[in-house]
């Protein structure tokens, strides 16, 4: 009877090592990646800087802004005269009451347009961003997705100069990425995808019937 028990016991502990020790297969199958892992870096301020569709964009809100505030500065114009010639009269003068009340409705008006313009302004260029940022990271994925990477990260491709001031040196000293190789920076590449794209884009729209073309 002992020897029953004893032999029921071994057979179980085998059993239950068994099914640890294919349990742990399975996890350390899930674990193993298909392929190993190829990472890339970009330096996507030198991407923004150096995009020519970004830029454009942004001269275009330059120009947007510069005619807006060019009428503004025409209403401030006309609310300094309507003050100035407030200041020439007295409260007992006639129409001095409703030159007050027209100086106070301009300048509310004018403050309130200054609002909303710049809330509009800062929409506008969030816009920009918003849409550039998403051009860029569709290219980066088209790339990593040719090239086989599965994982890009940012990082600031300048490096530390001899000269550099000494917060310039501090500053690159805290930088993520200390090593890299030149291969794995794919800055340049996705940058000269994205301007050459615009440029195509950009002459087939000025080219007759190139909008429809779109």
Same mark, same amino acid.
């Given at each position: 009877?002992?020897?029953?028990?004893?032999?029921?016991?071994?057979?179980?502990?085998?059993?239950?090592?068994?099914?640890?020790?294919?349990? !742990?297969?399975?996890?350390? %199958? @899930? #674990?193993?990646?298909?392929?190993?892992? =190829?990472? &890339?870096? *970009? +330096?996507?301020?030198?991407?923004?800087?150096?995009?020519?569709?970004?830029?454009?964009?942004?001269?275009?809100?330059?120009?947007?802004?510069?005619?807006?505030?060019?009428?503004?500065?025409?209403?401030?114009?006309?609310?300094?005269?309507?003050?100035?010639?407030?200041?020439?009269?007295?409260? !007992?003068?006639?129409?001095? %009451? @409703? #030159?007050?009340?027209?100086?106070?409705? =301009?300048? &509310?008006? *004018? +403050?309130?347009?200054?609002?909303?313009?710049?809330?509009?302004?800062?929409?506008?260029?969030?816009?920009?961003?918003?849409?550039?940022?998403?051009?860029?990271?569709?290219?980066?994925?088209?790339?990593?997705?040719?090239?086989?990477?599965?994982?890009?990260?940012?990082?600031?491709?300048?490096?530390?100069?001899?000269?550099? %001031?000494?917060?310039?040196?501090?500053?690159?000293?805290?930088?993520?990425?200390?090593?890299?190789?030149?291969?794995?920076?794919?800055?340049?590449?996705?940058?000269?995808?994205?301007?050459?794209?615009?440029?195509?884009?950009?002459?087939?729209?000025?080219?007759?019937?190139?909008?429809?073309?779109?």
């Amino acid at each position: 009877m002992k020897k029953l028990v004893v032999v029921t016991t071994i057979l179980a502990v085998a059993a239950v090592a068994m099914i640890s020790g294919s349990g !742990t297969g399975r996890l350390a %199958a @899930q #674990a193993t990646p298909s392929t190993p892992h =190829k990472i &890339a870096l *970009i +330096d996507m301020a030198h991407v923004f800087k150096n995009y020519a569709k970004f830029e454009s964009l942004r001269e275009t809100l330059k120009t947007e802004i510069k005619a807006s505030e060019e009428k503004m500065q025409a209403d401030i114009q006309q609310l300094q005269a309507m003050k100035e010639k407030l200041q020439m009269m007295t409260e !007992t003068s006639p129409g001095f %009451a @409703q #030159a007050e009340a027209e100086l106070a409705s =301009k300048a &509310a008006e *004018i +403050d309130a347009g200054r609002k909303v313009m710049q809330r509009d302004f800062l929409r506008k260029e969030s816009q920009i961003y918003k849409q550039v940022y998403m051009e860029v990271t569709s290219a980066v994925k088209m790339y990593a997705d040719y090239y086989k990477y599965s994982l890009v990260l940012r990082f600031n491709r300048q490096q530390i100069q001899e000269d550099d %001031a000494p917060q310039a040196v501090i500053n690159g000293m805290n930088k993520q990425v200390v090593y890299h190789r030149a291969e794995d920076d794919i800055t340049d590449a996705v940058l000269d995808y994205l301007n050459k794209k615009y440029q195509k884009e950009s002459a087939s729209a000025g080219a007759p019937g190139g909008a429809n073309r779109q």
